[in-house]
């Protein structure tokens, strides 16, 4: 019998979420870790009862926990996360040099192939990689090290690595992006990096062209075409055909291009989904309306999806790691909203449900596909 | 000489260490602060880091120690630990700041 799990960060804790491919009747656990920020968990899909995640604490710092069995049960691993080498600076919001300090893992992202891999993106701005299950970590310094890094300024939420793309057709290709750095590629494994933000305009950094600088907010990909990448960016819904060699925009019609979330439907390649967010300094929707967009030609052509969704008096925001998607026949859609409501879309957006409306403000949300 | 050091945990870190209120260490010479949160850490490796930074080994800004209605958190952590804690009389507390939503 398919179904699904559904893993929810929290600003107070976890929520494991499941039900059976309908996905109608939920069973809802927790509060796990009760509390603490969960920042995200994810499972490998390599072993689906494998999960990781990140707990942390402005008063106790950062954790990592480890589930062999789904998330019944679970075990504090290593949570030492050192930089490699002589850290040096970035840049402060001021533009002064900032020292490198550790503060947070914001993403975990388990191997395709390997239970015991998982990389962390952390804040501030570095991928860490464990290959013996989070009993150890290591810096993939060469992505801070590749010479921009002294240039990183961080976003208003920090200088956080949010985005980890593993390419399942090359293994030597990893995808990573910072806020407010930009878009990163390593071709060999992790040795060397470059910045992929050709294309990319932010009119609000000196030169709105530059090489690094910008502030991506989330990056998705389907893993039939790993070459092909769609982002949403601060403002701006971008595109690229070749593994981030160039973007272009594909907001379209879209009603507001500022968003934090997006995805890509498990079957259709060419079918994304955003939630457009009024502005930077209007963290909600137009109109107190929350509406998913959806394209089903790569982007451009946007349509409204509202259907079980408030048309009034909304003002949540959905953050950058809180969408995700399953894969069941008819894929399903899921986003978690700042609100504490997470929902779900049976039918690929056309309608919606929420499973849940009172949680603490969602911070991640990722889905595993039982079968 | 060996001091048994009681040590009180706020409440996220006794979930985390699976234990009650209280807990001991045995401190083996010169009853610090330090030693003293070397043992709990060797005791409880889960909360390495929890209430000093991995690194730098400093107190974590959102929490204090007191002892004996006395705050030691910007005392040196080398400093001898207060005679009635080195006795076990009164614990040593780790106490979170009452901050935060």
Redesign the interface.
């Known amino acids: 019998m398919s179904g699904v799990r559904v893993l929810v960060g929290t600003r107070k804790g976890a929520f494991i979420l499941t039900a059976d491919g309908k996905r109608k009747d939920w069973n809802v656990s927790g509060p796990h870790f009760g509390g603490w920020e969960m920042y995200h968990l994810k499972g490998s899909p390599a072993d689906p009862n494998r999960i990781y995640a990140s707990q942390t604490s402005g008063w106790f710092g950062q954790l990592i926990q480890r589930s062999n069995d789904g998330g019944k049960t679970w075990e504090p691993m290593n949570n030492k996360f050192v930089y490699d080498g002589v850290p040096g600076t970035h840049q402060w919001y001021d533009g002064t040099p900032h020292p490198w300090e550790f503060k947070r893992v914001w993403h975990l992202e388990p191997s395709l192939t390997d239970p015991d891999t998982v990389y962390a993106g952390v804040e501030d701005g570095a991928l860490f990689r464990s290959t013996d299950g989070a009993q150890s970590w290591q810096e993939m310094s060469g992505l801070r090290k590749h010479g921009t890094g002294p240039k990183w300024q961080p976003g208003a939420g920090g200088l956080c690595l949010h985005t980890i793309l593993l390419d399942p057709e090359n293994p030597n290709r990893i995808y990573i992006a910072i806020s407010a750095a930009g878009a990163f590629r390593t071709d060999d494994s992790g040795e060397t990096w470059k910045p992929i933000n050709r294309g990319l305009y932010s009119k609000y950094i000196p030169d709105p062209n530059a090489e690094v600088g910008h502030c991506v907010h989330h990056i998705a990909m389907h893993p039939s075409r790993p070459n092909v990448l769609f982002m949403q960016k601060h403002w701006d819904v971008m595109r690229s055909d070749n593994g981030g060699d160039n973007w272009q925009e594909v907001s379209g019609n879209l009603p507001t291009d500022f968003g934090f979330a997006i995805d890509v439907h498990a079957h259709e390649p060419e079918t994304l989904y955003v939630v457009p967010i009024k502005s930077d300094s209007e963290h909600y929707p137009i109109d107190g309306k929350l509406q998913v967009h959806r394209s089903r030609t790569g982007g451009n052509e946007w349509e409204a999806m509202t259907k079980g969704l408030p048309q009034q008096n909304c003002y949540v925001n959905v953050l950058r790691d809180a969408m995700s998607v399953d894969s069941l026949d008819e894929c399903g859609v899921y986003f978690g909203t700042t609100g504490g409501q997470v929902y779900c879309s049976a039918d690929a957006g056309d309608s919606w449900n929420p499973i849940v409306r009172d949680l603490p403000a969602v911070l991640s949300i990722e889905v595993q596909t039982l079968r | 000489m060996t001091s048994t050091v009681r040590i009180e945990l706020?409440a996220?870190?006794r979930t985390?260490a699976g234990v009650d209120r209280e807990v001991t260490v045995e401190v083996e010479g010169t009853a610090t602060l330090r030693a003293a949160m070397d043992e709990l850490e060797a005791r409880y490796p889960?909360l390495?880091?929890?209430?000093r930074?991995?690194?730098t080994q400093q107190r974590?800004p959102?929490?204090r120690f007191f002892a004996c209605q006395e705050d030691l958190s910007h005392d040196s952590p080398d400093d001898p630990l207060p005679e009635a804690i080195i006795l076990g009389k009164e614990p040593l507390i780790v106490l979170?700041?009452i901050a935060?939503g």
């Not at chain 2, 390495?48 to 209430?51: A, H, L, W």
Request: charge should be neutral; include cysteine.
């Open positions: 706020p996220h870190l985390l889960m390495c880091g929890t209430i930074d991995q690194i974590r959102f929490l979170g700041a935060g």
